[in-house]
């Protein structure tokens, strides 16, 4: 068994066909299909059913599939690893984050980075939380930074930032002029929420019985969108302080601080322990150490 016939065999399992492994690979059907028959004759076991045009793994293939996928990727590792021994980083870093992270926590991270690093290129993947950490478990993005805690233990955790949600109203709002209020006293009120995502799910969980009490008049997709609608009048919310930080000192959003209420939205940057990271990776790691320090 060479490292060319798994990455053969591994080709024809990833397209189901020998015929686009041959493509993706530049040879012929015929070299594909020597390769994988002495595969075959090596581990005593068929790999793959031809059915018709069809190709489908057996239960030997499966298991072989795994494998192969790790000692692939551990030989671009190693090439890449030798490659960047003493080079500057460059190159590429995919990260995740949902939408609010995005406007409010990378601006700054990454114009620090990109000082320093200029010839890395960052690409975003934006999505909530959940399917970030999905992405990060499937070696699809080199970082994700999402809501805590996660409890995957495949996953490097480190906490970057942390907010307290407060109520948000209108400058004309009954509520606006209040130094604090108590969250029986607003309920009431046409609530503005989040379509979905890990900070709502905690919000429901963390008002138990009041959340069934609660006047939601609007589900929105966007934060900004939640904002504006919040700012004429529509109705209010509940956000990280964080996120209206503009409009408080314009004078276009009220904080209103409820007493019996206290909930803290914690962010952390994660990533695959298993994963080997890149000299662009480890330079954006540093960077985000550095401006944690600096706090």
Not at 31 to 38: C, G, K, L, P, Y
Not at 103 to 130: C, D, G, M, T
Not at 132 to 148: H, P, S
Not at 164 to 174: D, F, G, R
Request: aromatic share 8%.
């Amino acid at each position: 068994m060479n490292l060319d016939q798994i990455r053969n065999f591994y080709e024809v399992a990833v397209h189901r066909s020998f015929t686009q492994a041959a493509e993706k690979l530049f040879r012929t059907q015929p070299a594909i299909s020597t390769q994988v028959r002495m595969l075959e004759e090596e581990l005593g076991e068929k790999l793959f059913d031809r059915i018709g045009k069809k190709v489908c793994l057996t239960q030997a293939g499966e298991l072989l599939f795994g494998y192969a996928e790790r000692l692939l990727r551990l030989h671009d590792e190693a090439k890449l690893a030798i490659t960047e021994l003493n080079a500057s980083p460059r190159g590429k870093i995919l990260i995740g984050a949902n939408e609010a992270t995005c406007l409010y926590v990378l601006p700054q991270l990454f114009a620090l980075f990109k000082e320093k690093y200029p010839e890395v290129q960052i690409s975003i993947y934006r999505n909530f939380s959940k399917k970030v950490v999905d992405k990060i478990l499937e070696n699809q993005l080199d970082f994700g930074i999402v809501t805590l805690p996660v409890p995957d233990h495949d996953l490097h955790v480190m906490p970057i930032a942390e907010d307290e949600l407060w109520l948000i109203t209108s400058p004309t709002h009954p509520l606006s002029d209040k130094a604090s209020v108590v969250l029986e006293d607003v309920v009431s009120y046409p609530f503005i929420f989040h379509k979905a995502g890990t900070t709502r799910e905690r919000l429901v969980k963390h008002l138990g019985p009041l959340w069934e009490k609660m006047n939601i008049s609007m589900e929105l997709a966007s934060i900004e969108t939640i904002k504006k609608f919040v700012s004429i009048g529509m109705g209010i919310s509940i956000v990280p302080r964080s996120y209206v930080t503009d409009e408080i000192e314009r004078g276009t959003l009220r904080l209103v601080r409820v007493k019996n209420f206290k909930l803290i939205r914690k962010l952390g940057l994660i990533y695959r322990r298993n994963r080997y990271l890149s000299r662009a990776s480890k330079a954006f790691l540093e960077v985000v150490e550095e401006s944690l320090g600096k706090r």
